[in-house]
């Protein structure tokens, strides 16, 4: 079955640190991987979508890279600020189909 | 940019009554819309894609007698719970998109529902 491998843990970083997120799936060949963050009590908001084709992608304070090889993404927030604790989820993409990982918390401590 | 609506926000219904939630996309047509639950603390689980004018498709493990969901309009998808018992409160969410995938999904703002 497909999986979506996100560490639950919270991640503790201090800011202006860079967190690193870690996304791992199986039985997947996405043609493409999505990011979101989710606050408590919300629905997630979407960041960032890095293709196949793409190895890095980039959005101000975000890089993402994608290694289909490997089916992991990683996902760096540099410059952390207290405003970028929330958790943060993956969703390998394709197949009309949108699941999501159990997300990477983080959490930034001022 | 993109906005999908979810009503009620929050509901209270007896054990064995059932609730109708709906998502609406505001503006931009939706084919297809997705449908989640997610307990406190805990993931967000996907229960079925909802496709306008056919039937839904459930993820393993969602009974589909138990979550009744109508894709009857380009705009709109109702998940309706059906003798919701206590177990059944939860948060559930619905999203869905309005351009090419890079521009991701909009997620509606969820709807609490307790059953007591």
């Known amino acids: 079955s497909q999986k979506i491998e996100q560490n639950s843990e919270a991640l503790n970083i201090q800011e202006g640190k860079t967190a690193t997120l870690t996304c791992n799936y199986t039985n997947y060949s996405p043609a493409y991987l999505q990011w979101y963050r989710q606050d408590p009590g919300r629905g997630p908001v979407f960041l960032l979508l890095i293709r196949e084709n793409e190895k890095e992608k980039r959005k101000e304070r975000l890089k993402v890279t994608f290694d289909t090889t490997l089916k992991q993404s990683l996902f760096h927030i540099t410059a952390s600020q207290p405003a970028d604790s929330a958790t943060y989820l993956c969703?390998?993409?394709?197949?009309?189909?949108?699941?999501f990982g159990k997300g990477n918390q983080v959490v930034v401590i001022p | 940019g993109a906005v999908v609506s979810q009503h009620p926000s929050r509901v209270i219904c007896k054990s064995g009554t059932s609730v109708k939630i709906e998502c609406r996309s505001l503006?931009?047509?939706?084919?297809?819309m997705f449908w989640y639950r997610q307990f406190p603390k805990q993931s967000l689980m996907l229960m079925a894609t909802?496709?306008?004018?056919?039937?839904?498709?459930?993820e393993q493990g969602v009974e589909k007698d138990k979550f009744l969901i109508n894709h009857a309009s380009l705009t709109l998808s109702t998940l309706t719970v059906t003798s919701a018992h206590p177990e059944d409160s939860s948060f559930y969410i619905c999203?869905?998109?309005?351009?090419?995938?890079?521009?991701?999904?909009?997620f509606g703002s969820g709807t609490r529902l307790t059953v007591v």
């Open positions: 969703a390998p993409g394709g197949n009309n189909r949108l699941a």
């Open positions: 999203s869905a998109r309005e351009k090419d995938v890079a521009y991701g999904y909009t």
């Open positions: 909802s496709n306008e004018g056919s039937k839904a498709t459930y």
């Open positions: 503006d931009f047509q939706a084919t297809t």
